[in-house]
Structure formats: C-alpha cells, structure tokens
C-alpha cells in the first residue's frame, strides 16, 4: 500500500468466517485507546441546510461555539456561486493549499464545480411541470420510466445490468442533445446529498489521476495512535459493494440511483461547456478544464458512480454534532472514511 501511515495498528484486518473482512486486535486493548485516526474521508458530504454551519475543512458545527454560522467564506457569496464556509481562516488557508491541483492556481475550480451543481439543482422542478418520472415517450429517459416500478422480484443481476446499461444509453443521448442545456427532472433530497457524496468522490478520483502525488490521500495527522490519510479510490474499492443488497432491500433505490447517475452526467456535459467558454484557447490548461474531462471521462459509463453508490450503503458514516447524546445529536452529513470501515 503506498500510504503513509504513523503509530502501529492496534489490529490487523482479516477474512472474516461469513464473508467479508473485518478488524481483529492483536490483544486486550484498554478502554479508551485510540486505535485509529483518519484524517479525512475519501467522500463526503454536509446536508445542504447546513452548509453554512459546518465547516468545509474540520466539520466543526458552529452552534457548539454559540454561532449560527460561521462567516469566513470562499467564493462570492450569492446563490449558485458555490461558495464554501469556514470555522478559521486556518481551515479555509488548509482547504485551499490541500485542493489546489496546479501550484498557484488556486481552487477556483472547486468553487465552480460546486456552483454548477447548485445551479443545476435550483433550476429542477422550473420548467413548470414537477417533472419526477422521466415518462415523457418523447425524451430519452423516457425509456427508463418502467424501472419506477421494479419490484423484488424483478431484481437479478441480468435486470440490473439491463438498467444500467440502459442508462448509460440514456445519458449518452442527453448529454450529446445540442439543444438539451437544462436539467427538469426533480431529485429528492436523499438524491441530491447522494449526487454531491458521488460528485465528491469522483473529483477525488479526478484529482487523484491527474495528480498521483496529491498530498490529501496520504494527509495523516500527528495525533496519537495509528494515522491514515484518506486513502486512494483503489482503497475505496476494496470495502464491500453492497449495490444488490440495498435494491433488494429497496427496490426503488435502482430507479434512483440512475436519476443521481444522469444528473452527474448532464453536470459534467454543462461542466466541460462552462470550461471551454471561459478558456476559449484550447492550450491553455486551466485546472476547470482538467477537471471537467476527468470528470467526463469518470461518468461515461455508470462503473465509477455505482461502485461509489454500492459503497456508501454499509460502509460510510454519519458526521454528527458533538452535543452529548442524551440532548439528541442531530446527523449533518455522511463520509466515506475508508479505514474506519472495517470496524
Ligand atoms: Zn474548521
């Protein structure tokens, strides 16, 4: 594994009788030792209601320091300017030099891929009609209108490869529709924390590619104990896709992964034509443009956003204020902390 890790594991991860891997001490650990410490999750996300209340670095909840939100913000601060909040100025300097991708560059493209998200989700549900079900027979994803009502039974591998395969189709389509710059269909909320946990790992992905070295996946803090940075997409892809179970157990959540998967896809398409347009010359190599293909590229087939959405049933966790439990702790979104998934 080429992470760096600090301290000595308190456990080794092993096959367990029934089927997966799980954490094994090497002996008696006393109550109350850390056994690990992950500095950061692969992927992540903070409920949109909060945005402004966590801080996109630490996660610190700003009603634990008495504030309503905190106000040291990146970006412009407008609706579907994709700004981002801060506890300290500490922790946004830390955002920015652990996201900038080409010295010196900044992360304006963190801002802009984020800004384009929020646009795309405020301008759903606007074309007047609330457009849930993709039933229109005259667009594309009208073929996909029939897995609103899968049931269990109809859940085999065969069927839910089918879909994909499908959507994959779909997507192509709507992503090469010339005239096709807006996106109608409504998303849950449910979808559209999904659809920014997806975006999140996929950008880590992208950033990942194009820049092996990048210091956030091996970022381990000097806290006492075993230390893990946030690990590489190839880890990611070691926990257990639990994709089936989660249909099985909810047929409807295969219809709505595809919704997450199209939207990320006409994200991406609307992302590469914002990038060429504020760099007309094709040489120049602004970190958006990068980005944008990456991402492109990532969402061409659904392989990328299925093996991130089979992962997040059953191995992320919630991030949870820290009031004490007996006042009721409130849940402000969920991360992918890859080695803490074994536990
Ligand atoms: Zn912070």
């Excluded at 389509?173 to 790992?201: C, P």
């Excluded at 609307?270 to 991402?295: C, G, M």
Aim: some cysteine.
């Amino acid at each position: 594994m080429d992470i760096d890790v600090t301290g000595i594991p308190l456990y080794d991860i092993l096959t367990t009788p029934h089927g997966g891997r799980s954490a094994f001490a090497h002996e008696k650990i006393p109550k109350g030792s850390p056994v690990l410490h992950c500095s950061a999750p692969y992927a992540s996300v903070i409920f949109w209601k909060f945005r402004r209340e966590v801080c996109a670095w630490c996660f610190a909840y700003a009603f634990e320091s008495g504030k309503r939100k905190w106000n040291i913000k990146l970006g412009e601060d407008h609706r579907g300017a994709g700004g981002a909040w801060f506890c300290s100025e500490g922790c946004r300097e830390a955002c920015i030099r652990e996201n900038e991708i080409f010295e010196g560059q900044g992360i304006g493209w963190w801002l802009e891929i984020n800004g384009a998200f929020e646009r795309l989700v405020a301008q759903m549900g606007k074309s007047g009609k609330q457009d849930r079900k993709p039933t229109g027979r005259s667009t594309p994803a009208g073929a996909l209108a029939y897995l609103e009502d899968t049931t269990i039974k109809d859940l085999t591998p065969e069927y839910v490869d089918r879909a994909w395969g499908l959507a994959e189709e779909v997507a192509a389509e709507e992503s090469s529709h010339e005239r096709k710059t807006k996106w109608t269909e409504v998303l849950n909320e449910l979808e559209i924390d999904t659809a920014r946990f997806v975006l999140d790992g996929l950008v880590r992905k992208a950033v990942e590619d194009i820049n092996p070295t990048f210091s956030i996946l091996d970022r381990v803090t000097d806290a006492p104990g075993y230390c893990m940075g946030a690990g590489r997409w190839s880890n990611l892809l070691e926990l257990q896709d639990n994709e089936v179970a989660l249909e099985l157990s909810k047929p409807y959540m295969l219809a709505s992964s595809i919704r997450v998967y199209r939207f990320l896809r006409h994200l991406a398409t609307s992302l590469s034509k914002q990038a060429v347009r504020s760099s007309p010359h094709i040489q120049e190599t602004s970190p958006l443009i990068y980005l944008a293909d990456q991402l492109r590229t990532s969402l061409a087939t659904s392989s990328a956003a299925r093996s991130l959405m089979g992962r997040d049933h059953g191995n992320t966790f919630g991030i949870w204020d820290m009031v004490s439990d007996d006042k009721g702790s409130e849940m402000l979104g969920w991360g992918a902390y890859v080695f803490g998934s074994y536990f």
